[in-house]
């Protein structure tokens, strides 16, 4: 392995912190003086958060040439760590520092090009937004924020930034806060990760407490790591649940099941930040943290991570079906297809979960700016026709519209193709290599027979319901003609160069040149470049061996079955939406409650209003309440009037006992000065008179 572990700058270190700290000082610039440059030239503010992600994308391009292609080690690692707190008089520490190797090179070059992408494609969507600054400074932040969890080489700092790109996307989801609807899908997100960030928090620390260390398990550097793994202190049943606790951050971020709530609200934000959010940043957080823990994780704890994964990408994609907001559904594909990364890694086809990653942020993101496109064309139309009350994101308002907006057809189709899984696309490479690493699992244990139903059900479906969107938006007759009269011309080259670029990645010579019909990544540069890391767990490295003779088994069987799957999809999509030989409403009304059941949503926001919100933590609310106002409050009532019956008691005594004696004394001593005041004249004719007097009496007496 090649690995530097120094305080000292590489070149390479060097330029990840320039890509780190150029958005950050762009925030600051823009978020303090973009308000005063907008009111000059609303262009202004752009520039310098534009400037600076694109010379990220630069600086990310020449570390990925150096480190990837130069290279072309894939065990390189370039770490540089400095001590930021120590505890036990130094016998623990927690470091800070930038770790680069393939992967974060990889996901460097993802993060930036994307965000570039976004910056660009928002000068026109968000021009004249009265916040046209501020969106461009949480843009600005939110690169940062990712960057920096992408960089991070301990699990204290990428929690750290992890929790950044939390309060990032609160600010771009609301960044319409004056819609209740964005303000509470902000909160929404803010607090539904919040539940699965306590379970990383916990993962955390289980992993410091035992071990001493929160460096990443890929970094050889983390010493003691494995050898204390081997040597069973942090075995068992403790790891298991130290993985789960990590993969529960996942779980909010990556919006797998039952906290995935919140990702069909944040398309609240405007259409850029969903790109943002959905493509290659916030969501793709989760999984790259399960990529980084993959080598502590038990079979246990990847059992888990698979179903849970498997399970949210079916469900997901029988939801998307029946959404008829084009976002809507994209958001409910975005679920799944991240389901399928989870699931991917459970069941070890760890280079495919990545490798899916990477290719699903290319045309994840051209959907979604794809849907930006024609919300925007249908927004202009509507706002020339005074309409303020037609839905720009109702697929049924639209249709026709590949004659008016062509690139944005043509782009949007290449994407569909490739998520849908259609050869000589890259879709079809990474998705059907988790798809065999999947079928290899269950061969390898058939009692997991259901992972790749799973699997290719949601295959189909996905397939299905991406050329729904096709037909109802782009084809077939205009729903709405007055719309449809109204939109004039394709959006300008700032919307669609964005799309083109990311369509053009969307083809499989990119990602494997030698060939688009690999079932697996053997034929992807990423077999090589991301390969299966170290793993410090000898049941998890034992599986994983015995998994390599399934995976070349299920290549073929995976590569036929996940064709005639998509095929379908498309097939029955065209027959229901573009042929109209089978009638959408009739199987609706045939199938009536598994159609209320997925466009509901399956009630799971019902379900947590009910039972979790009104009927568990509303009643705990009020039973907190009842035991404040009966319990502390009734103590609290209780010694306030025992304390005011002792102050009584206590006044009493200081009136009458402690007063009447400070009185008694106080009366007698006055009573005395008055006598001796009689005595105390000051006339030595008086003295000399009492002194005679006084000595006659005491003669007398002594007399007597």
Known sequence: MTETLTSELSG????????????????????????????????????????????????????????????????????????????????????????????????LMVVTLISSLVHFFSLDYMKGDPRF????????????????????????????????????????IGFWFEKPSAANANKKAFLTNRVGDIGMFLGLLIIFITIGTVVLPSVEGAEGVYALINKGELAGTMLTLAGIGLFCGAVGKSAQFPLHVWLPDAMEGPTPVSALIHAATMVAAGVYLVARIFPILTPDALLVIAYIGAFTAFAAATIAITQNDIKAVLAYSTISQLGYMIMGLGVGAYTAAFFHLVTHAMFKACLFLGSGSVIHAMHHALHNLHDHHTDPQDM???????????????????????????????????????????LAFSMSDPVHFILPIFGFGAAMITAFYMFRIIWLTFHGEPQKKEIYDEIHHENPIQITLPLMVLAGLSFWVWWAPTGPFGATPDNSWFAFLIAMPNIAVAETAELMKHLEHYVHAAHYPALGISLVVAGTGIFLSYLMYQKKSLSADSWAAKWGPLYSISHNKYYVDEFYISVLIKGFLLNLNNLLSWIDRTIVDGVVNLMGFLFKKVSNVSALFDKYVVDLTVNLIGFTSRGLGMILTFFQTGKAQNYFAFTVVGILVLVTIFAM
């Open 133 to 172: 600054s501020r969106f461009y400074a949480f843009l600005s932040i939110f690169s940062f924020s990712m960057l920096g969890l992408v960089l991070s080489h301990s699990l204290f700092a990428l929690y750290i930034f992890w929790e950044l790109v939390g309060l990032s996307s609160y600010l771009l």
């Open 12 to 107: 390479n270190i060097t330029l990840g912190i320039w890509i780190l700290l150029l958005p950050l000082f762009s925030f600051f610039v823009t978020i303090i003086f973009g308000k005063r440059m907008q009111a000059v030239n609303p262009i202004i503010p752009t520039i310098l958060p534009i400037l600076t992600i694109f010379a990220g994308l630069v600086m990310s391009s020449t570390i990925f040439y150096d480190v990837v292609v130069n290279n072309h080690n894939p065990n390189h690692t370039e770490v540089w760590q400095f001590d930021w707190v120590f505890f036990a008089n130094g016998n623990y520490s927690i470091p800070l520092g930038i770790m680069i190797d393939n992967m974060t090179a990889i996901m």
């Open 396 to 438: 049924r308002n639209m249709g026709g519209l590949k004659k008016k907006l062509p690139i944005t057809y043509i782009t949007f189709l290449i994407a569909t193709c490739a998520i849908s899984g259609v050869p000589f696309t890259s879709g079809f490479l990474s998705k059907d290599a988790i798809l065999a690493g999947t």
